[in-house]
């Protein structure tokens, strides 16, 4: 017969609060832990203002909005309030009311270049902005089978001005003169030529959706064509 193990009720208590004690400690330490910025709750100090996008090219009467992150000497994000402000008489800006550290600039109606300027705590981050009078063509390339197509080239004839469809087949050729042209894509062994008579107008965007067409015999290959 086994040797019954009793173990007293004040040795018991005692096993308790040794096991209390070793959680508490353990929860101590997890707070401190946290408390010391694991979780970004306590900020760094302001080491720099990241501001983007740092260049910009912004038609006449249009907008274009900007954002400033800050960052400590760790590379963590800091919360930063900006002031915003606009030089070389290109437009002006506005903070968001909700967010500040977003803002909203609107161009002129002349052209120029300037910068756009984002201050907290005596940093300060710029942005380039060029104002232009020129247009945009902007578009999807797609085909029918397999849907929006990467790597396609789309120009404007006799302008020297191009673009290649990205990831999400959306290609943007900009800083167009105003006027009318022929807007192409290139032939590739998968697809056919696409063409469109475009005009682009002061400061605007036209928009040219592309529906690529196979060449014959040829069974589509998705997004995986890139032809220069």
């Not at 209390?20 to 997890?30: E, H, P």
């Not at 910009?56 to 954002?67: P, Q």
């Not at 197509?149 to 020297?160: C, N, P, T």
């Amino acid at each position: 017969m086994k040797p019954r193990i009793q173990i007293s009720k004040s040795k018991l208590m005692n096993y308790f609060k040794i096991i209390k004690n070793t959680l508490l400690g353990f929860g101590i330490l997890l707070i401190g832990i946290y408390g010391m910025g694991g979780c970004g709750d306590i900020e760094g100090e302001l080491e720099s203002l990241i501001i983007s996008p740092s260049s910009a090219l912004v038609g006449i009467d249009r907008s274009e909005t900007f954002r400033v992150i800050g960052k400590d000497g760790s590379g963590f994000m800091v919360e930063v309030k900006p002031t915003w402000n606009v030089t070389g008489g290109i437009g002006t800006i506005k903070a968001n009311e909700s967010d500040t550290s977003y803002a909203t600039f609107k161009a002129s109606s002349n052209t120029g270049e300037g910068y756009v300027i984002a201050s907290y705590e005596q940093k300060s981050a710029k942005a380039s902005v060029t104002v232009t009078d020129n247009g945009w063509l902007e578009g999807i390339v797609e085909n029918s089978v397999y849907g929006r197509v990467q790597g396609i080239r789309v120009e404007l004839k006799d302008a020297s001005l191009f673009d290649f469809s990205d990831s999400d087949g959306r290609y943007s050729i900009s800083n167009i003169p105003p006027g009318t042209y022929e807007a192409r894509t290139r032939e590739t062994d998968i697809y056919q030529v696409a063409s469109q008579e475009v005009t682009i107008d002061r400061a605007e965007i036209e928009y040219w959706h592309i529906f690529l067409l196979t060449q014959p015999g040829v069974t589509p290959v998705p997004t995986t064509t890139f032809p220069f």
